[in-house]
Structure formats: C-alpha cells, structure tokens
C-alpha cells in the first residue's frame, strides 16, 4: 500500500540492526528524501556471541530423565534490544522535529518489535506501514519502493 506523505514529514527505514531517519523535503505529490540520522548495531552471528552449549535439566529427579533447553538466540536478543533502541531514537527525533506524519519500512519481526516499543504519541502519526526490509536500498529506491 503506498500513500502520500506530506513536506517535513519523518519516515524511518529498519531492520535488526540498521535504521535510517529520513525527512520528507518533498511534497506529497514529489517526495524528496533527505537522510537525517543513521543508527548501526554491531550484532555478529549468534555462534559468534555466545560459545556456550545449551544446559540439561532433570525432569524428573525420581526416574532421572533429563531434558535439553533451547540454545539462546544472542543474534536475535540484540535485534530485539535494537528495535527498542530504535523505537526510544525515534520518539526523540519526533519531539525534536514535530512532523505531521510518519512511514515505517521494516522487515515483519522487526516491525512487530517496533509496534510493541512506539510510544502512542508516535503511533498516532503512522500513515504507512510497509512490512518490507529496504535499509540495503538507496534513498532513491526507497522513495520508489514507498511512495510511487
């Protein structure tokens, strides 16, 4: 679904471990994105994080079965940890800004994360959600991808 986003207004391109904060410097009918603030999360590959194997616990300690418990996912945590970190950048840089309007392009578990995160006042000025990841894309794609 792609809409009209209207002059000054804020769209924020994320995924797990990169967001970027543009600004509508355009008009809704031309939008011209300028980049305002990129965010970077150093997340290495969860075997990369963590070497230890996962735990066993006993189930039951009369008969002596024991069970495994899932390996921890440090990968994901971080992508997680990050989105809040995202969600608390972007409430600033709304504050700060004061746009009519806001689009969010993120991949599904990350936009998910990143609802939970929003504070209200934030979520009152989405106007598009588009679950897609396009942090890889130039700014010139993203407008493509977004608003044409």
């Known amino acids: 679904m792609k809409c009209?986003?209207?002059h000054d207004?804020?769209?924020l391109v994320?995924?797990?471990k990169k967001a970027?904060?543009?600004r509508n410097e355009g008009d809704e009918?031309?939008?011209n994105l300028k980049t305002e603030r990129v965010l970077v999360d150093d997340n290495?590959?969860?075997h990369e994080q963590g070497a230890d194997r996962p735990g066993r616990s006993v189930k039951n300690p009369v008969v002596g079965r024991r069970s495994s418990m899932e390996t921890t996912d440090w990968h994901e945590l971080e992508e997680r940890k990050f989105a809040r970190r995202v969600s608390s950048e972007l409430e600033m840089f709304i504050k700060s800004r004061q746009p009519k309007s806001l689009a969010i392009s993120a991949p599904p578990r990350t936009l998910a994360e990143?609802?939970?995160a929003l504070h209200e006042d934030v979520k009152r000025l989405i106007v598009l959600e588009l679950d897609k990841d396009l942090t890889k894309h130039s700014v010139a794609e993203?407008?493509?991808h977004m608003f044409r």
């Open 4 to 6: 009209a986003i209207s």
């Open 114 to 116: 990143l609802r939970l």
């Open 14 to 16: 994320a995924d797990g």
């Open 44 to 46: 290495p590959p969860t």
């Open 142 to 144: 993203i407008e493509k």
């Open 29 to 31: 009918k031309f939008p």
């Open 20 to 22: 970027l904060f543009l």
């Open 9 to 11: 207004s804020v769209v």
